[in-house]
């Protein structure tokens, strides 16, 4: 038990302090019906869509509240970096909210930090956005999962496939801002049994020279009923990149997206010894400071969610049930206290599997993901015994032993957290 910390309010104070990233859910109405959506009949566990539009006195609630926590740390000379993120719903579809947050944040007088913008979006209404989007400056994430056929579960209210309408508006915004595009445009496709790894990758790399980020459908908090229906449509990454008509130079590729690649750079960052995350790592070394348990993220570590309802959660990814304060009409209610209690009673409750687990080292599990986590019996779905660990060491090492050049390749080419 001493191996593993809980946090407490002094933690979440300093993550409010030194926030990286923002997000607020513009919508949650959209102009597509996307069958494998997170909102959609799929899974559970959100709130009911209602087409709903976030109210600009809310924002402004919640950002006066951390603009206190951002003057602590306020340092003359110093802008850190913050991302503010637009998500959906189709968050193109509520820009005067966007612009209003925006107008405000560059209206407050300056401690210290250095606002960008970042969007998700379906791209449905970039001819009428781009000019806007352009000019702020926004680091943009189109989803478009290839072709025309790999398109076809991204239909708009009428059932009709989004492919022409959303390839015509990114020829657009190539065309009209060329240097914008190289630099802040980006891709997501979603893997689902329409498409594979290699025509999404190929498709996006001919038509636009990008390289997509490729994301399997989300397996946690899948409807009882549509469990059947749910792997009908789903699709292996690692499968499906045995498919391809030349899988090794696809991997080569694709490098730490692919999966093997990915769990060695895993591998390599936790258990060289020579990987730190942090300055206090490097100083005092990784049993220093011991860690909370499991690999879930304390409480505003990485970003802070806000949906249209006002709830604030961790991350965009996790039930809305586990909302750790809310945004009223007239005032932001967030206990730290309480919220650090409530999110230590999650992750403890999987302490003695922590303590035995042959990966707590470098585990990526989060607590919230366990779809059964209301049930004190429930097991981490990411469970190692010590032997299970050992074998997975032989496999990245016999890994790295068919395929040496990717330890160099890691070290030079890629910078994690």
Not at 82 to 93: A, D, M, Q, T
Not at 199 to 211: L, M, Q, T, V
Not at 271 to 300: A, E, K, Q, W, Y
């Amino acid at each position: 038990m001493d191996k593993f910390r809980r946090i407490s309010l002094m933690d979440i104070e300093y993550n409010l302090m030194n926030l990286n990233q923002l997000i607020f859910e513009v919508t949650d109405a959209c102009n597509l019906r996307c069958k494998y959506c997170g909102y959609a009949d799929l899974y559970e566990g959100y709130d009911q869509r209602e087409n709903l539009k976030f109210p600009f006195h809310k924002a402004k609630l919640i950002i006066d509240y951390l603009y206190e926590y951002w003057k602590k740390q306020y340092c003359a000379d110093v802008n850190k970096p913050i991302s503010i993120g637009f998500y959906g719903g189709e968050p193109l579809l509520n820009v005067p909210f966007i612009q209003q947050v925006i107008d405000y944040l560059e209206s407050l007088n300056p401690i210290g930090k250095k606002f960008h913008y970042n969007m998700t979006t379906n791209a449905m209404l970039l001819d009428k956005y781009m000019d806007f989007l352009v000019e702020k400056e926004f680091r943009l994430l189109i989803s478009l999962d290839g072709d025309e056929k790999g398109q076809s579960y991204r239909i708009d209210a009428k059932g009709q496939n989004s492919f022409n309408k959303v390839f015509t508006n990114i020829q657009l915004l190539r065309s009209k801002y060329p240097a914008y595009f190289d630099h802040l445009v980006m891709f997501n496709s979603v893997l689902h049994n329409r498409n594979g790894v290699e025509s999404a990758y190929r498709f996006i790399k001919d038509e636009f020279g990008k390289e997509p980020a490729i994301s399997p459908l989300n397996n946690s908090g899948i409807r009882k009923d549509k469990v059947k229906e749910f792997y009908q449509t789903y699709q292996n990454m690692s499968e499906s990149i045995k498919k391809a008509t030349n899988c090794e130079a696809l991997k080569k590729e694709l490098f730490i997206k692919e999966p093997e690649t990915s769990a060695l750079l895993n591998y390599i960052h936790y258990m060289t010894g020579n990987v730190f995350d942090n300055c206090n790592d490097l100083i005092l070394g990784r049993t220093g400071i011991p860690n909370p348990p499991s690999g879930t993220c304390p409480p505003f570590s990485k970003k802070m969610f806000i949906t249209v309802k006002g709830r604030i959660l961790q991350c965009e990814k996790i039930n809305h049930e586990f909302a750790l304060g809310q945004i009223t009409d007239k005032k932001v209610e967030l206990d730290l206290e309480q919220a650090a209690q409530q999110h230590n009673e999650y992750i403890f409750q999987y302490i003695n599997q922590c303590k035995t687990c042959g990966v707590k080292q470098m585990c990526m599990q989060c607590v919230y993901q366990i779809d059964d986590i209301h049930d004190k019996t429930s097991k981490c779905n990411s469970y190692c015994s010590t032997k299970q660990h050992e074998k997975h060491k032989e496999y990245c090492l016999d890994y790295l032993d068919k395929h040496p050049e990717l330890y160099n390749k890691i070290l030079k080419n890629v910078v994690v957290r």
